[in-house]
């Protein structure tokens, strides 16, 4: 593989929403240029891509699959992403390892909530993107009302590179609108009208190009080669192309629109970062040092646990050993691996721009770095809807903790924690569906079967005002008994404070040292002064806080948003100890947060709600009861309107089952976590009462 030029490489992801035909134009492409061979369906559960027992069970995309196929001499390196937002975790990741993204949109519907989030995503890696109108053979398309839709949203730097002769059952094929031809009779679009201005967008990164242009005199041929790709990685130029992934009408010329406007890996602009925390720019030299990164994990049936690794600049080899950043010591990469769907075979090497796998790394995990050069983060969204689960098999709670372990490698939006009070383990992911999914995924490849308990909520505990006071821990049993005692002043810290001016503006110009707990947003300040608690009790004193802020006070949540000072207390040379002291800062902690106006602190999500337009009242008045706000909507293609909202996470747990009994099941939407509010009392109330009463009741 390390043989091949970078040029020559193409890394493309189809992205967009769910049943754009996204899989089945990927299987089309790989059995078309005979990578493979055979006639999958997804209908048929015999898809390329789709492998996974569950994809075939439910038929969509869950997991995305990495598959390549040669053309004219280029490499092509795919990705088929899942389309609903419950598995946006997938397409993230692979839009990290690709070059461009394919925006697919399904003729019919037009614009869907994951068209745009896709579209975003991609801006926001930096990379191409061009528009795929797929199933232009489906019925009641209004193409240009598509299109019209298409560049209201995104701008006129969407163009159509080819447009439809026909549509439905007279969709016959497609006309090149960059090299029109004479006879261009059964158009839906005037491929004349859009030549100039497809040229303009594609000229206007060359200055010098584009003077000569507007003097007369067009571009050459290789000119026009060498712009089209550049126009695209520098986002001026979104081409859009058009074609049927059931009949495969237009995937040739689709596949011929890739080769020649796609960015190879040479033409996308990256950069890292170096030890001092400087910018470097990484270029494409399989000589240059070695930056890659692991951007999916796979647990496979057979060889395990797969990492997908992107390789920016430098070379792998097999046996090489490397520096990873999960790892405190180089690792020896014993085998590169080639993924084609679902197989693997062994490579000895790639370099920039390739795709590889290796089997079996523990050390690696996903956005596991290689090399000595840190690369910017990927953002994967915040997982929020919660579940306590039990295995129904008394003795099976150590199989499960494995079994759920493998789900955390390979999905970034999945978390698992032990509820300290509680003790269950409580599994959050994006919505009912993609918990749902991890359910049956433990079942059938762990043999581990599940109870689950409601959705938990993660709520906070936090003050809305200032408090002091004290706690005495003293304890007199016989011999050596226990005393401590700490004086706090406790008082909010909102989000996004800075430590040294809030400890400045507030009352802490003598204060000895300050400790900060991010997770938490946290702040404790030690001015003690005189020593009335000695320097070596003070780390008991914060576990003791640190205890308390998970423990939480008012109903057992968390806590965040507080700072403490701690400025006097007492200790006794023979009784006092770290035991001691912890507990006496664990008690000031709890009595002065209930003099400090607690309260709870609820997640809000946003939400993009796509429905049909005779349903946007009923959004409306639907958020209206669940305490939401309606924060605008907009066009979204068709017949569809888009519900910007802000709502409680505790009202929309269920939302699915609600908005598909509310349109027919025509609606969709996404939910991603934007921050903690306070709750309204009555509400507040009714959630204290109830974990008083479950306290109780384990007691």
Aim: include cysteine; aromatic fraction near 6%.
């Amino acid at each position: 593989m390390a043989n091949r030029k970078v040029e020559d490489i193409r890394n493309v992801a189809f992205c967009g929403h769910g049943s754009s035909g996204k899989t089945t134009l990927v299987d089309y492409l790989l059995v078309k240029t005979g990578a493979l061979s055979g006639t999958p369906s997804v209908d048929d559960g015999t898809s390329i891509c789709d492998f996974d027992p569950e994809e075939q069970q439910h038929k969509y995309t869950i997991e995305s699959t990495f598959a390549h196929f040669e053309h004219n001499g280029k490499r092509f390196n795919l990705f088929d992403t899942p389309g609903y937002p419950d598995f946006i975790g997938q397409t993230i990741g692979a839009i990290n390892g690709v070059d461009t993204v394919a925006v697919t949109i399904n003729a019919q519907s037009g614009i869907e909530v994951n068209t745009r989030r896709v579209f975003d995503e991609a801006e926001k890696a930096g990379i191409g993107r061009i528009i795929v109108i797929n199933k232009m053979d489906a019925e009641n398309i209004e193409f240009t009302d598509l299109v019209g839709s298409i560049q209201e949203l995104w701008g006129p730097k969407c163009v159509l590179l080819n447009v439809p002769v026909g549509h439905g059952t007279d969709f016959k094929g497609v006309i090149n609108t960059l090299q029109v031809p004479d006879d261009t009779s059964g158009a839906l679009v005037d491929p004349t009208e859009i030549s100039e201005p497809l040229m303009e967008s594609i000229i206007e990164v060359d200055d010098e190009v584009m003077e000569r242009y507007f003097e007369g005199t067009p571009p050459t041929e290789e000119e026009l080669s060498r712009l089209i790709v550049r126009a695209v990685a520098e986002g001026s130029l979104v081409p859009i192309l058009c074609c049927s992934s059931k009949t495969g009408v237009g995937a040739p010329e689709l596949l011929d629109a890739i080769e020649m406007c796609c960015p190879p890996p040479t033409a996308i602009v990256r950069q890292g970062t170096n030890k001092e925390g400087d910018a470097v720019d990484l270029t494409t030299d399989a000589n240059g040092p070695l930056v890659a990164r692991v951007f999916k994990t796979r647990i496979d049936p057979f060889v395990q646990k797969l990492n997908f690794i992107r390789i920016y600049s430098g070379s792998l080899k097999k046996d090489n050993v490397v520096t990873a950043s999960t790892a405190r010591k180089g690792i020896k990469l014993t085998q590169l691996l080639e993924v084609q769907a679902a197989e693997t075979s062994p490579v000895d090497s790639a370099g920039p721009g390739d795709i590889v796998a290796v089997a079996k790394m523990e050390e690696l995990h996903t956005e596991t770095i290689l090399g000595e050069i840190n690369l910017p983060k990927i953002s994967f969204p915040t997982p929020m809807v919660g579940l306590a689960v039990t295995p129904k098999s008394r003795g099976d709670e150590t199989k499960l903790s494995g079994a759920l372990g493998k789900v955390v490698e390979e999905d970034p939006t999945f978390k698992l924690d032990r509820d300290a009070q509680t003790k269950e383990l409580v599994v959050t992911g994006m919505s009912e569906l993609h918990l749902k999914i991890v359910q049956e995924r433990l079942n059938r490849r762990d043999k581990v079967e599940v109870d689950t308990k409601e959705p938990k909520i993660p709520y906070r505990e936090t003050i809305q005002a200032n408090a002091d006071g004290m706690y005495r821990h003293k304890k007199q049993s016989g011999g050596r008994g226990q005393f401590g005692e700490v004086h706090i002043r406790m008082m909010p810290f909102p989000r996004g404070t800075v430590v040294e001016e809030f400890c400045n503006k507030t009352r802490f110009p003598s204060f000895k040292d300050s400790h900060y707990d991010d997770t938490h947003n946290f702040l404790w300040v030690d001015s003690v002064v005189g020593g009335v608690i000695p320097s070596n009790f003070m780390p008991a004193v914060a576990k003791g806080f640190k205890e308390r802020l998970s423990r939480g006070v008012i109903a057992g949540y968390q806590i965040q948003d507080v700072c403490i000072e701690v400025h006097f207390g007492k200790h006794h040379p023979v009784d006092s100890s770290e035991t001691a002291f912890k507990t006496a800062a664990s008690m000031a902690f709890r009595n002065i947060f209930q003099k400090a106006k607690p309260s709870l602190l609820e997640p809000v999500v946003t939400m993009d709600v796509t429905v049909p337009e005779a349903n946007v009242g009923d959004v409306y008045s639907d958020m209206s009861g669940r305490r939401g706000r309606v924060l605008g909507s907009d066009a979204a293609g068709g017949n569809l309107q888009t519900v910007h909202t802000e709502v409680p996470l505790a009202e929309v747990m269920t939302y699915a089952r609600t908005l598909s009994s509310m349109t027919g099941g025509q609606g969709s939407y996404s939910m991603e976590f934007s921050h903690y509010d306070v709750m309204p009392s009555n509400v507040q109330q009714e959630i204290i009462s109830k974990a008083k009463l479950q306290e109780e009741e384990e007691d």
